[in-house]
T-cell receptor, first 115, second 114 residues
Framework: AQSVTQLDSHVSVSEGTPVLLRCNYS??????LFWYVQHPNKGLQLLLK??????LVKGINGFEAEFKKSETSFHLTKPSAHMSDAAEYFC?????????????FGTGTQLKVEL | GAGVSQSPSNKVTEKGKDVELRCDPI?????LYWYRQSLGQGLEFLIY????????KSGLPSDRFSAERTGGSVSTLTIQRTQQEDSAVYLC????????????FGPGTRLTVL
C-alpha cells in the first residue's frame, strides 16, 4: 500500500524567509504525488503534482517540490514566505489499486508565518 | 466555471438519526470521490465512482455508510443511525476520470452528531 509521512506537524517561519515542508513516501511502484493546501474553513486546493515527468515540479503561488527517488522524498519549498501562505499542507500519494485514483493523505503540516 | 459544490455546508444531528450529504461534481467529470476529514483519523478515502462501473466501497468504515450516484452526476452519501464518531468534515472531489488526474475538492459538509 502507498503511504506518505509528513515529518513535521507544525512549521513556523518569518515572512520573507524560505519554507521547507518535508514529506517521505512509500510506494510499491512509481508513485504520483501531490501537495494540497487547505486554508481555514476552505476546501482543499492543489498546489502541484508529480506524475513521473520532470523531478522538479513547479506549482502555484511560488511553491515547488522535488521528487527524489533515492531518498523517497517529495519536499515542498518556497523561497520567500508570505503571510497568505499560512495554512495546512498535505502531502498526498495516489493509490491505483481497484482501478481508481484514491488519494492517501499525510497527516498534514500546519504552516505559521510570522511578521 | 463552477467547481464542486456540496450541501449542506453544516449539519447537526442527533445520535441515531440518518443523514444525507449531497455532492455536485464539476460538469463532465466522470470520477467522483468521497473523503472524510476527522481529528482522530485525518483525511481518509471513503468511496469512488467512475462512470457506470460498480463503485469502489473499500474505504467505507461500516455498513451504516452508503453512497449512490444518479445519472453519472450528483452523488449522495448516506449515514444511517449516526454515531458521535461520525462527526467529521465530509469532502467530495471529482476528476475527469483519467489516472493521476487532478481531483478538485468541494468545500465539504461539516457533520456534528450530538
Amino acid at each position: 500500500a502507498q503511504s506518505v509521512t509528513q515529518l513535521d506537524s507544525h512549521v513556523s517561519v518569518s515572512e520573507g524567509t524560505p519554507v521547507l515542508l518535508r514529506c517521505n513516501y512509500s510506494s510499491s511502484y512509481s508513485p504520483s504525488l501531490f501537495w494540497y493546501v487547505q486554508h481555514p474553513n476552505k476546501g482543499l486546493q492543489l498546489l502541484l503534482k508529480y506524475t513521473s515527468a520532470a523531478t522538479l515540479v513547479k506549482g502555484i503561488n511560488g511553491f515547488e517540490a522535488e521528487f527524489k527517488k533515492s531518498e523517497t522524498s517529495f519536499h515542498l519549498t518556497k523561497p520567500s514566505a508570505h503571510m497568505s501562505d499560512a495554512a495546512e499542507y498535505f502531502c498526498v500519494v495516489s493509490d491505483f489499486t481497484g482501478g481508481g485514483n484514491k488519494l492517501t493523505f499525510g497527516t498534514g503540516t500546519q504552516l505559521k508565518v510570522e511578521l | 466555471g463552477a467547481g464542486v459544490s456540496q450541501s449542506p455546508s453544516n449539519k447537526v444531528t442527533e445520535k441515531g438519526k440518518d443523514v444525507e450529504l449531497r455532492c455536485d461534481p464539476i460538469s463532465g467529470h466522470t470520477a467522483l470521490y468521497w473523503y472524510r476529514q476527522s481529528l482522530g483519523q485525518g483525511l481518509e478515502f471513503l468511496i469512488y465512482f467512475q462512470g457506470n462501473s460498480a463503485p469502489d466501497k473499500s474505504g467505507l468504515p461500516s455498513d451504516r455508510f452508503s453512497a449512490e450516484r444518479t445519472g453519472g452526476s450528483v452523488s449522495t452519501l448516506t449515514i444511517q443511525r449516526t454515531q458521535q464518531e461520525d462527526s467529521a468534515v465530509y469532502l467530495c472531489a471529482s476528476s475527469r476520470g483519467l489516472m493521476a488526474d487532478t481531483q478538485y475538492f468541494g468545500p465539504g459538509t461539516r457533520l456534528t452528531v450530538l
